[in-house]
């Protein structure tokens, strides 16, 4: 008789991030909820059914095969959940005191890096910081108007001070324009707060 992998259980600190973000970067069907897991399903049958755990999430390595158009060979991508593959990097994440901002936020800590949690709600900001150091993270909490450069200044000050240069930042904090309204940016120069070195990335490239 032949064994094959039903399923496995993947601990994450945000079940339903981590199961659509593994869905999406492999083009598979939205994950289904089944309590207390999230279940996202391979091409295989393989079902990797995601699991909330506050603490102790333990790094682990997962390699999936995808074909590839006019290969011989079908490509591999890699997927380190919780291994640290953004250590030593710096994240500045905009809006990042709720909702899809602090998804992000969370998401690059549990991949190492020291994420400034930015809002103008210090209470939500500090949420969402607590959370990630609890959890084993660094955070710093910021807050800023971003459309005044003095104080989108100040804040890059701040980080560099506390965290050093920012090296992956992700604009979320912003408004819908009105018609007729100028640009908002306080500032002869409109600049991002990290207008050099930004690194663009994408950790989870497959290969």
Not at 63 to 73: E, I, L, S, T
Not at 85 to 101: D, Y
Not at 166 to 171: K, R
Not at 182 to 192: D, F, Q
Request: charged share 20%.
């Amino acid at each position: 008789m032949t064994a094959k992998l039903d399923h496995t259980i993947v601990y994450s600190r945000d079940k339903r991030t981590a199961a659509v973000f593994l869905a999406e970067i492999l083009d598979l069907p939205a994950p289904t909820p089944i309590e207390p897991f999230l279940a996202a399903k391979t091409d295989n049958g393989v079902t990797l059914d995601f699991m909330d755990q506050s603490t102790g999430v333990a790094p682990a390595h997962y390699a999936f095969r995808r074909p590839q158009p006019g290969h011989h060979y079908p490509s591999v991508c890699h997927w380190r959940r919780g291994m640290r593959t953004l250590q030593n990097r710096v994240a500045l994440v905009t809006g990042s005191s709720r909702g899809i901002g602090a998804a992000i936020a969370r998401l690059f800590a549990d991949h190492g890096a020291a994420v400034a949690i930015h809002g103008r709600d210090r209470a939500a900001i500090c949420t969402v910081a607590h959370g990630i150091v609890q959890g084993g993270g660094k955070a710093l909490q910021v807050a800023a108007d971003v459309t005044d450069f003095a104080e989108i200044e100040a804040m890059r000050h701040l980080i560099e001070k506390e965290l050093g240069p920012v090296h992956i930042q992700v604009a979320n904090a912003g408004r819908e324009k009105l018609a007729g309204e100028k640009p908002a940016l306080k500032t002869p120069a409109a600049r991002g707060p990290c207008a050099s070195g930004l690194l663009r990335i994408h950790e989870m490239a497959c290969d």
